[in-house]
């Protein structure tokens, strides 16, 4: 059975840092495409990093968070991390990890087959 339990979102003053975390069970993180996704209130969901399966490990990243947040899996754990850095109100949204279950990346909502139950995020100015 797929599970994604996400952890470590909280509020923090802008220019802070956080990192999320997303465990996974029942698959194997390392082989598939893997994604943070965030939701803000009144707004659609938004990709914010991808990473890869096999072959495919080049993240990638949102425009509006290049420079600042950095994606990586830990193999060895089967976590999926957000390190978020210099944090701005504009981040403040409820975040999700999510499993394409392929190893292409893509950005495409849809295209994610399993997700978690989010992780909020708040960021005061």
């Known amino acids: 059975q797929v599970q994604l339990v996400e952890s470590g979102g909280g509020s923090v003053q802008a220019g802070g840092s956080l990192r999320l975390s997303c465990a996974a069970s029942g698959f194997i993180i390392s082989k598939y495409c893997m994604g943070w996704f965030r939701q803000a209130a009144g707004k659609e969901r938004e990709g914010v990093a991808v990473?890869?399966?096999?072959?495919?490990?080049?993240?990638r990243y949102a425009d509006s968070v290049k420079g600042r947040f950095t994606i990586s899996k830990d193999s060895a754990e089967n976590i999926l991390y957000l390190q978020m850095n210099s944090l701005k109100p504009e981040d403040t949204a409820m975040y999700y990890c999510a499993v394409k279950y392929s190893s292409y990346p893509s950005w495409n909502v849809a295209d994610f087959g399993g997700w978690g139950q989010g992780t909020q995020v708040t960021v005061s100015s």
């Open positions: 990473i890869g399966g096999y072959g495919y490990g080049t993240p």
